[in-house]
């Protein structure tokens, strides 16, 4: 048989003559980057009920003053302000980041992917501070964002910081890019911390041996 290659992720790169169609087919093809993100019946009621979970997190948070865990029915970190996939669809921590009284917000993504739409949503957002530790995207999904020279723009420059790793990255290496993303959140200043968790760095995770994959382990 022979061999195919077939694209698993795509960037919206789109020009003034295209625009959403009122068919749902056409909306789909114009914000999804890729095939494994599919809308069904029931996704409405549980992106509000992640949404109902974000904002209890959020109150929870400011009024008790105590750490909040979210477990939500969808991932959230791929989903840009126009655009989702990688299974995200709407992207949580950046809604909590907007909701939280802080001036200053800290966003910690940990997960072996990047999170490219996090960063995407505060690219030019001075008050919200991005890191990301994930494998290097000349290896991994989404492939096209997490460059360690992707900053910021504008006011916002340097308040993005991708910490890519390369395949095969153990704890040595994972815990240097976390101190150091940890010391550029505290150089930052910031009021509250978000930490958008991915376990997909365990060495034994089913998704990520099919790629590269780091060798984090659990002792």
């Known amino acids: 048989l022979q061999r195919l290659l077939v694209v698993g992720n795509a960037p919206l790169h789109r020009d003034r003559h295209q625009l959403p169609s009122k068919n749902v087919m056409g909306q789909m093809g114009y914000y999804c980057t890729d095939i494994d993100t599919p809308v069904f019946a029931d996704l409405f009621d549980e992106l509000r009920m992640d949404a109902t979970l974000i904002q209890a997190a959020v109150q929870s948070a400011t009024t008790v003053g105590c750490a909040a865990y979210v477990q939500v029915t969808h991932p959230g970190h791929h989903a840009a302000a126009d655009s989702f996939g990688g299974y995200c669809y709407v992207n949580h921590v950046a809604a909590m980041a907007k909701i939280l009284p802080q001036q200053k917000v800290a966003i910690l993504d940990v997960d072996y992917h990047v999170g490219n739409g996090t960063a995407s949503i505060f690219y030019d957002n001075p008050s919200v501070f991005v890191v990301s530790i994930h494998c290097d995207p000349d290896f991994e999904y989404p492939f096209h964002s997490g460059f360690a020279d992707q900053r910021g723009e504008g006011d916002a420059e340097g308040t993005t910081l991708h910490l890519p790793l390369q395949p095969g990255a153990d704890w040595s290496s994972y815990s240097n890019a ?3 993303g940890l010391e550029a959140i505290t150089s930052f200043g910031a009021q509250s911390l978000i930490i958008s968790l991915g376990l997909d ?12 994959g780091f060798v984090l382990k659990g002792d």
């Open 201 to 212: 760095t365990y060495e034994k995770d089913p998704v990520t041996l099919e790629c590269a």
């Open 178 to 180: 976390l101190q150091k």
